[in-house]
């Protein structure tokens, strides 16, 4: 049966140690990045090795790689890390002209195209010493939310992929087609059986990641002919362009990308619900006041762009 470790018999200073190892992959530049020595680093490297029975960093030429114990454990020892930082941030009050706390959210790059800057400018007016990590949501990290919500302050999503827990409304956005500027097939309006006719560019396509005006095409019958898919909203335009496909495309992106990526917008030719993003997060953290202004903060940012 495999050992069980104690918190007690493990000093958890090794973790961050641990985690500047495993993204440098290197000594001295994990030493440079925790402003130590690097004898001391090498040190601690031979104290995780007995630890784990795991080299976890192997020579390879010139350069170090990670084994596959310590490819594992690199994708778990930032989220716990930052789990830890978030219980000592914990404090009965918060005031964000002197904090220093960093937030870590979630969000797509779409989200962050649109909202990001205006969430960043409020954040500095008001909190001028608060640090904000913005990390690309993922199907993986939708799909186990629960657990996702545990490792940051919150996931920026639209309605309709995270349930039963706590969710403040963001903004409003609406969808609309994106075809090549010099697609000369397509006029001004679109007819459904174009849409059947045109082969398209998705933004994911999974039972648990999906385009909702997609699966709305889909319940008046239309299969769309689907023959590229991305999980970058940022891409669809640069991969219709130039081509006959068509995509769909949020309209605040499509404002922003349709000029340089040489693509132009058509209004769907069926009823399509509008988009609403929202922030979703943790129950656990609804009496914290540095989250509860995060939230006022973030309802602020959506409100700027309604």
Not at 106 to 119: E, Q
Not at 265 to 289: I, Q
């Amino acid at each position: 049966m495999p050992r069980r470790v104690s918190l007690r018999d493990f000093d958890l200073n090794m973790l961050v140690t641990l985690d500047a190892l495993l993204q440098e992959k290197n000594v001295t530049r994990a030493a440079r990045r925790l402003g130590v020595t690097q004898p001391s680093v090498s040190a601690a490297l031979r104290r995780l090795r007995r630890h784990f029975d795991d080299e976890l960093l192997r020579r390879n030429g010139s350069r170090y790689e990670l084994t596959s114990l310590a490819e594992l454990l690199a994708t778990q020892t930032a989220p716990a890390l930052l789990g830890v930082q978030r219980v000592l941030d914990v404090a009965p009050s918060f005031d964000p002209g002197t904090s220093e706390r960093e937030f870590t959210l979630m969000m797509s790059d779409y989200a962050t195209a649109v909202f990001a800057d205006t969430l960043a400018g409020i954040i500095a007016e008001q909190a001028p010493g608060v640090r904000l990590t913005v990390r690309e949501v993922s199907a993986f990290a939708v799909s186990h939310a629960a657990e996702t919500l545990r490792s940051v302050d919150g996931i920026v999503l639209p309605h309709g992929f995270i349930h039963d827990v706590p969710s403040d409304m963001l903004w409003e956005d609406v969808w609309v087609c994106i075809v090549a500027r010099d697609n000369a097939d397509v006029d001004e309006l679109l007819t459904l059986e174009q849409l059947k006719r045109m082969p398209w560019v998705v933004s994911y396509n999974s039972a648990t990641a999906f385009t909702p005006a997609v699966q709305q095409l889909r319940t008046i019958g239309i299969e769309p002919d689907i023959r590229l898919v991305t999980e970058s909203f940022l891409a669809l335009p640069f991969l219709v362009a130039g081509t006959d496909r068509i995509a769909l495309l949020q309209a605040r992106l499509a404002d922003r990308l349709s000029k340089s990526a040489g693509v132009r917008t058509v209004s769907c030719p069926w009823d399509v619900s509008p988009l609403v993003e929202a922030f979703w997060w943790h129950p656990a953290m609804h009496d914290d006041p540095a989250h509860a202004w995060l939230r006022s903060t973030l309802c602020e940012a959506g409100g700027r762009l309604r």
